[in-house]
């Protein structure tokens, strides 16, 4: 792997901090339009805390990687251990849910699968720059 094809570690913590802070305006919103954004911006979080973890991962696996945590958790919200987790510790609320929604399937693809896009294109454009300098 080239030097070139590697993420920046440094890059990716402050596109984290980004989202998360977004994330928490969105969450504010009322109805479906804030649940669904909040959903896609929490695909979006995994995703850049995976690249963190592996920087120099494929788009397509770390999207893949983060729609199959999202819909693990939103999945796990089907029994109880959410729920009295988020009872002990009410912040986890933000981090894994207590309530199963379908629609939330939709936005952590549409989140995963937009942030593998970004990434892949901006790369791509990164490394055709610098190829030709």
Do not use: K, W
Not at 4 to 9: A, G, I, P
Not at 93 to 109: C, K, M, P
């Amino acid at each position: 792997m080239r030097r070139d094809d590697v993420r920046s570690r440094p890059a990716l913590l402050v596109g984290a901090v980004l989202v998360i802070g977004v994330g928490l305006a969105v969450h504010r919103l009322p109805g479906l339009l804030g649940d669904l954004l909040g959903g896609a911006l929490y695909a979006v979080l995994v995703y850049l805390l995976l690249a963190v973890l592996r920087p120099g991962g494929r788009a397509a696996v770390l999207a893949g990687v983060a729609l199959a945590v999202c819909t693990v958790i939103e999945l796990a919200q089907l029994t109880d251990g959410p729920r009295t987790a988020v009872a002990a510790v009410p912040l986890l609320r933000l981090v894994i849910g207590s309530t199963f929604t379908a629609h939330d399937l939709l936005a952590y693809a549409v989140g995963a699968v937009g942030a593998g896009a970004v990434d892949a294109l901006t790369r791509n454009r990164v490394r055709d720059r610098r190829s030709r300098t």
